[in-house]
């Protein structure tokens, strides 16, 4: 016959484990909220690049068509509806964008400028959305 002490009992984890597992899980946890984050800053700053070189390529067909770039005050507009001051309307080819001008990922109206010349800049102000700073995306700096 068997003494009781003798029988082994189911044996659970000690408090010192479970710490040890929950911290594991929290380090984990984190790793992957920070790895994720970075990505997304990363994705929405490749999608407003995106953004911009579509406008770009559509400014230049408007360029081709009607022979200057868009006033400053026509803005990106002008690629979707035709400007009522162009001097020869039939030269407008357009619409240009096939959909209404987004927002950039940080829910901001992308700017446009129109330079010397042919020259013009579009831009997205970007996650600190203030027009001027480093963190600007634009077809030119």
Not at 38 to 49: C, E, S, T
Not at 120 to 131: L, N, V
């Amino acid at each position: 016959m068997r003494s009781r002490s003798n029988r082994r009992r189911p044996r659970g984890f000690t408090l010192m484990e479970v710490l040890l597992v929950l911290a594991i899980l929290i380090i984990l946890f984190a790793t992957v909220t920070v790895g994720y984050r970075q990505i997304q800053k990363n994705a929405q700053k490749d999608l407003a690049r995106t953004q911009v070189g579509a406008f770009e390529s559509a400014v230049d067909m408007y360029a081709l068509n009607v022979g200057t770039v868009p006033t400053t005050q026509q803005g990106l507009q002008a690629l979707i509806e035709m400007p009522s001051e162009l001097k020869n309307p039939a030269k407008w080819q357009g619409p240009y964008l096939k959909k209404q001008t987004p927002l950039d990922p940080w829910d901001n109206e992308y700017q446009y400028e129109a330079l010397q010349g042919d020259q013009f800049r579009i831009w997205s102000m970007g996650p600190d959305q203030a027009s001027g700073s480093e963190d600007d995306i634009a077809n030119i700096q």
